[in-house]
Nanobody, 117 residues
Framework: QVQLVESGGGLVQAGGSLRLSCAAS????????MGWYRQAPGKQRELVAR???????NYADSVKGRFTISRDNAKNTVYLQMSSLKPEDTAVYFC???????????WGQGTQVTVSS
């Protein structure tokens, strides 16, 4: 199967920046959609950003213009560059992978991002 390992989470001040990384290993095919989701306390998990193998991206309205998702297909790694962070960005961020044409979603363990005021 697929294993996803996130890194880069931490504590930052409002207005600061942080970069998350997610490396995929195992039975990874090149044609995948990878993305980042987050879950804040008391809230449902929501899509933050996703990117296809071809580079097409989607962003949540709340992060558009502040976050940038990218990927390195050769390394099976997806990144999330977060800038102008706000306290409301505080959440556990999860990496996600789905094979094109597949139905199974793979998830990382999550990495905590905390933005202080």
């Amino acid at each position: 199967q697929v294993q996803l390992v996130e890194s880069g989470g931490g504590l930052v001040q409002a207005g600061g920046s942080l970069r998350l990384s997610c490396a995929a290993s195992g039975s990874v095919f090149s044609i995948t959609t990878m993305g980042w989701y987050r879950q804040a306390p008391g809230k449902q998990r929501e899509l933050v950003a996703r990117i296809t193998s071809g580079g097409s991206t989607n962003y949540a309205d709340s992060v558009k213009g502040r976050f940038t998702i990218s990927r390195d297909n050769a390394k099976n790694t997806v990144y999330l560059q977060m800038s102008s962070l706000k306290p409301e960005d505080t959440a556990v961020y999860f990496c996600n992978l789905k094979h094109n044409g597949g139905t199974r979603d793979y998830w990382g363990q999550g990495t905590q991002v905390t933005v202080s005021s």
